[in-house]
């Protein structure tokens, strides 16, 4: 069984600050990594992906990739009110279903 | 460029009947993936289907069903309903090439009710 693990939090942090958001997979094999955003009562939105070790910038968000660990997080620097929602860390490899986790809980206070 | 839609976007049905939900994913997008969603147990897998094909199956009973036509459309289908089956139905198309996905993009959801 494919599992994907995130601390369901939540997790508070005041605005301006560093949110670091974590991930652990169990499939030594999975290839791409995805961390999406939903806002209670919305669909999940795509914000990140990454495939390759090491870090992946985008703005204000950074995904940081180790396989050799198993591990995927995601930072966001200079946190907003706006960012308070739930990150859903999702995984897979060539050919299989996404797996998600179960998601940790973001919010932001101002 | 149109988005993911799905229909119907509530649903309220009684136990024992089936309910058939349907999605158009974003053009060209030939892989599309069903999820359901609720609240203890988070987001999980159904199916998912590229080219008419079902390429890969999550862990549910068979009363969950689905396929997919030539222009990309998706349908799932839950036959004898049950009060668990209550929950956020989400489908969501990718863009994959061979093997890889590319992420997905979601729909709105249908929101199914079991009463």
């Known amino acids: 069984q494919k599992e994907v693990e995130q601390n369901s939090g939540p997790l508070s942090v005041p605005e301006g600050a560093i949110a670091s958001l974590n991930c652990t997979y169990s499939d030594r094999g999975s290839q791409s990594f995805f961390w999406y955003r939903q806002y209670s009562g919305k669909s999940p939105e795509l914000i990140m992906f990454i495939y390759s070790n090491g870090d992946k910038e985008d703005g204000r968000f950074t995904a940081q990739l180790n396989k050799a660990s198993q591990y995927v997080s995601l930072l966001i620097r200079d946190s907003q009110p706006s960012d308070s929602a739930t990150y859903l860390c999702?995984?897979?490899?060539?050919?299989?279903?996404?797996?998600f986790g179960k998601g940790t809980t973001l919010s932001v206070s101002s | 460029k149109a988005g993911v839609t799905q229909t119907p976007r509530y649903l309220i049905k009684t136990r024992g009947q089936q309910v058939t939900l349907s999605c158009s994913p974003i053009?060209?997008?030939?892989?599309v993936s069903w999820y359901q969603q609720t609240p203890g147990q988070g987001l999980q897998f159904l199916f998912e289907y590229f080219s008419e094909t079902q390429r890969n199956k999550g862990n549910f009973p068979g009363r969950f069903s689905g396929r997919q036509f030539s222009n990309s459309r998706s349908e799932m289908n839950v036959s004898t309903l049950e009060l668990g089956d209550s929950a956020l139905y989400l489908c969501?198309?990718?863009?994959?090439?061979?093997?890889?996905?590319?992420?997905?993009?979601f729909g709105s959801g249908t929101r199914l009710t079991v009463v």
């Open positions: 999702a995984v897979n490899q060539a050919g299989t279903a996404l797996i």
């Open positions: 969501a198309s990718s863009l994959a090439k061979g093997q890889m996905s590319y992420g997905y993009t």
């Open positions: 053009s060209g997008h030939r892989s």
